[in-house]
């Protein structure tokens, strides 16, 4: 029988108007009472380059569904009760290996669960709209759906897709302001409009937040043990945690959407949108890295490899490897540093690119990227001066 299924995705793929995708996925979708709009998109499995033959499946059963988006770069449709049951005909041979082990092939393990949702009477909301919705990217272009935005995020959150590498340009307009209780998104609209009733009977929903996007731990399990988050409200949907041994404290930390750390690393500061911290970096308490949402910064940020942010310190430049910002103090593109010659000969040791000049003036846009940096203001003067780092940043390793 897998036989069979084999030489029938093979004939979907031959077919003149098939062609494959970046990604594709089955999403359990949170859809406004008022504005029938998708709220919030839940993909529990998210292939990303992978798993054409489910996909073919997939695909050739979009005609038993209503097309809800559909150009060359995404295809969306609503699962009905036609694909639900063709689809798990068609899976038939891998049925039981699921049923025994969901894991083996989560695809055919997403379908049974709509037979249970078809079963029991869930595969459309209260209102008839569809919960639950197919979506295919072809194309790494402006995202068309919401539905296809929720599949980057989390395809940036999951580091199937590295930070900075999506096209994120009019996501804020796609997603609705909506409030947040728990997991479940309710329109803002509709709690005005019930709240009389709903305070009444004591049903009010309390409310987390309110933002268009969801926070992290409410879309994705950290993939690896180590990964500590004590604050639930400091990382938003969309922010990548490494491969291990992150760990980001309550206070003011805070890692933002298509941002994140590479590897073990102490957050107690702000990553902020589309800014890398490289594995092995401590941001101190308060400590600010600029994003490019806002401010007029377009040159995205990357933190190299064990750096030390001191507490209350900024950064408006990258950093390369092992460098140090000490507390307190702005590190722009038009800051002023001094710095000898003695130094700048032991900083250009590790940066063969590195322009040394007599004058020994320096902006900051000039020591971008540079590695082995120690930045400082000279506590007697008052100027801004940078030598070469003799310090080695490691982290507690009791600690990650």
Known sequence: MKTMFEQKVKEIQNKNDYKAPLAFGIC???????????????????????????????WNLKDKCEILENSDSELVFGITEEFVLEALETFAPYIKETQENPNSHKNVAVILELQRALNDGRLYTQTGDFRYRFCAIYKDEVC????????????????????????????????????????????????????ISLKMRGEFPI???????????????????????LDTA??????????????????????????GAMGACMNEGRISSSVIVGEGSDV??????????????????????????GVNSSTGISLGDGCIIDGGIAILAGTIFKITKEEAEKIKEINPNFEIKEEGIYKGRELSGKNGIHFRCNSKTGEMIAFRSNRKIELNANLH
């Open 28 to 58: 359990y979708a949170d859809v406004g009472i008022l504005s029938n709009k998708v709220l919030q998109a839940t993909y529990p499995v998210l292939n990303w380059g992978e798993n054409f033959g489910s996909y073919a499946i997939f």
């Open 144 to 195: 068309k759906s919401v539905e296809s935005a929720y599949m980057k995020l989390l395809a940036l959150s999951l580091g199937k897709a590295p930070l900075r590498s999506l096209q994120l340009d009019g996501i804020f307009g796609l997603l609705s302001n909506v409030a947040w209780s728990g997991n479940t998104p309710f329109e803002l609209e509709w709690l005005r409009e019930n709240e």
């Open 207 to 229: 409310i987390d937040f309110v933002d268009k996007f969801p926070r992290y731990l409410m879309q994705v399990i950290p993939q690896y043990d180590n990964i500590r988050l």
């Open 234 to 259: 400091k990382t938003r949907f969309g922010a990548y945690l490494g491969t291990g041994g992150y760990t980001q404290m309550p206070g003011a930390s805070y890692v933002n959407f298509n941002a």
């Open 284 to 309: 101190g308490g308060g400590a600010s890295i600029l994003g490019v949402l806002s401010g007029g910064n377009n040159d995205p940020i990357s933190i190299g490899k064990n750096c030390l942010l």
